[in-house]
């Protein structure tokens, strides 16, 4: 009964305390997924299949997306929360590493010569750096809808959302990577569709500095299904300490060397 | 005029050059060298073609394109690869706009491939591939930014470009890197817009790398009429 504002209040507050498939859990703590080994939680959530999620997290904080039935694909793109105009350039991080598949290890990195988030554990292995997100163009052909309230929204009209509820722009979005569906590239340049490594897999990013980050969770642009097939992703985060000296990818190789010092550098310049 | 600017290296005298010709016939309507480490922007009108020449052979030339009516709109490397299904540019690549529409399309090509994966050098990116003493030398994103501001673009319109005349393999265990180029003097490449585009290139400056050879030379930016 919702015919007087005492009576729909009632109501409202009568839906209070439900679950869903797909929630934010507050306080963090309250997570029915909490992963094991994790701290204190700052983050809970499962992002439905075709919804996104972002959040500005502090330095330090190690975020885990779980595909719990090997059709998430988190389509991320992170930037310095503190000047969002540095973000992630998805040709630096596979030209600088000298390697184009992320794995475990990988920093994914700024224009600006520093790590915003490092690769810091990984049991998928099937991510890409090629392909980005889909567009509403692609979607339309490939599902014949790309409506952004449809059944078949196209991971940019997510990003355009997310990154307008932190001030930026469509001209704020750069090439995004995608974890939890993979491709290859043959001889020749083609991409060979490598797909999920199956269900029950995970992925483990350390903020190298505070980070505003937008997640996707709609298809690889290049997964065959005719559907539009996506399942739910968990996310979760707490906080641990930035990579430093102590950390053997510290000193893995030159370059990871010298993007974690620039970025510590930045780091205590700014009194973090 | 002397000077104590450290201003970084061009090309060795004696080097050979070809400057060549437009790779589609017409009338020609625009036609300007590019000097070693300088940027260059023009706006290319729907149906005319864009010919760009290696003058001095195994030259990157850097390349960002935005729609010209709405720059919000830009190239997209993903979108280019995706929607082609391989990692390379050749003849008749759609080079895509982040909305997924063709921007040009590559309508000749005198070398096996061209690169889109490798990015763009800076001053930043430089220090972390080749140490902190290069920090002071000249980058293609220092040219971005220069040129970009003549048409309002800043920081948030750069993004992953395309780099005619370089060579960067992907090899089967995923390893990539720009290795010595497949080009030489003369070569040309040619892209006609499916609308007017604006059209930045930097002439890339970089001595650290086999991107030009170490060796910057000059590129010859030549638009027809068919």
Redesign the interface.
Known sequence: MTDSVLNARADARARGGQTSDWMPYLPASSSPYRPAGSEALTWAETVAPGGYTHKVLARGTRIRFDDPTGDACAHVIVYNALEPVERLNVADTVKIPWQAYLGAGHPLLSGDGRVLATIVEDTSGHHDAFCGTSTEAWNQQKYGDARPEGPSPAGRSLFVKAAAKHGLTPRDLPPSVSFFQGIQVDADGTFVWQGSAGEGTSVELLAELPLLILVANVPHPLDPRPEYAAGPLRVHAWRTAPTGPDDDRFHATPEAHRAYLNTIDYAEARGL | MTSSVPVGATSAPGSPLDWSEPLVPGEVVLDERVAPNASWSAVVRAGHVLTIVDVGGNQSGDCLIYNAADT?ERY????T???Q????VRTGTVLRS????PLMTVVGNEID?QDT????C?K??????Y??HVMFHHGC?ENFLSEGQKHGLG???????LNWFMN?P?E???????VDGMSAPGKRVAVRPDTDVLVLVSNCPQMNNPCNDFNPTPLRMIVVRP
């Not at chain 2, 997209?76 to 979108?79: Q, T």
């Not at chain 2, 982040?98 to 529409?101: A, P, R, S, T």
């Not at chain 2, 994966?117 to 763009?120: K, R, V």
């Open positions: 919000e997209s490397v993903p979108d690869l995706a929607w299904g391989n990692a390379y982040n909305l997924g529409n491939r994966i490798g990015g763009a800076s930043e990116s430089n220090t972390l591939r140490g902190h994103r920081l948030r319109d750069l993004v992953s470009n960067v992907v089967a265990d995923g390893a990539l890197g720009i």
